[in-house]
T-cell receptor, first 113, second 114 residues
């Protein structure tokens, strides 16, 4: 099992550009989510999904879109990048919706200039 | 999530056991104790969880007091790669909330030294 994988590992964007952060898991987990972590700060939930075709907003959804067309994949789209979106992005999955055993990817470090 | 209290930092000699304490005096009957860690620049890593019995897996052991108001995570033979921030979280196992956001407090910064 590869677990949760994320690409790219690093990305630099200019203000206004758009891009998609990829997340995939091979554990057949129903629940997937995206967090961001700013320096010295805790995790903040951006969007989550309890299964294919179902997504919902987390704590800080503005500026981001998600879709869940398959159980395995949960991409995060930045619509028009802003410097405030400079952060490390983590994708996570768990077998159960509301489950507390969550498995995280290695992260994508995004810088917006 | 029930409030937890952890020491901000600890040191441990390589090869020795690391014992990380956590106080959770307001824990509810349906809440489990979960431990995660975050190694620098990596994603958080689930370690272990328990309800009231002691638990052991390939990474660590979890000792929960009989009154469930505190617990200790034990890394039996700490290595330099165990240097990380360790988080104790108390919450139900499932169905906590639809968003299921994990909230990490300050945690304990464990430094394993040669």
């Amino acid at each position: 099992n590869a677990g949760v994988t994320q690409t790219p590992k690093f990305q630099v964007l200019k203000t206004g550009q758009s891009m998609t952060l990829q997340c995939a898991q091979d554990m057949n987990h129903e629940y997937m989510s995206w967090y961001r972590q700013d320096p010295g700060m805790g995790l903040r939930l951006i969007h989550y999904s309890v299964g294919a075709g179902i997504t919902d907003q987390g704590e800080v959804p503005n500026g981001y879109n998600v879709s869940r067309s398959t159980t395995e994949d949960f991409p995060l789209r930045l619509l028009s990048a802003a410097p405030s979106q400079t952060s490390v992005y983590f994708c996570a999955s768990s077998a159960l919706a509301g489950g507390s055993e969550q498995y995280f990817g290695p992260g994508t470090r995004l810088t917006v200039t | 999530d029930a409030k937890t209290t952890q020491p901000p930092s600890m040191d441990c000699a390589e090869g020795r056991a690391a014992n990380l304490p956590c106080n959770h005096s307001t824990i509810s009957g349906n809440e489990y104790v979960y431990w995660y860690r975050q190694i620098h620049s990596q994603g958080p890593q689930y370690i272990i969880h328990g309800l009231k019995n002691n638990e052991t897996n390939e990474m660590a052991s979890l000792i929960i007091t009989e009154d469930r108001k505190s617990s200790t995570l034990i890394l039996p033979h700490a290595t330099l790669r165990d240097t990380a921030v360790y988080y104790c979280i108390v919450r139900p196992r499932t169905g906590y909330n639809a968003g299921n956001m994990l909230t990490f407090g300050g945690g304990t910064r464990l430094m394993v030294k040669p």
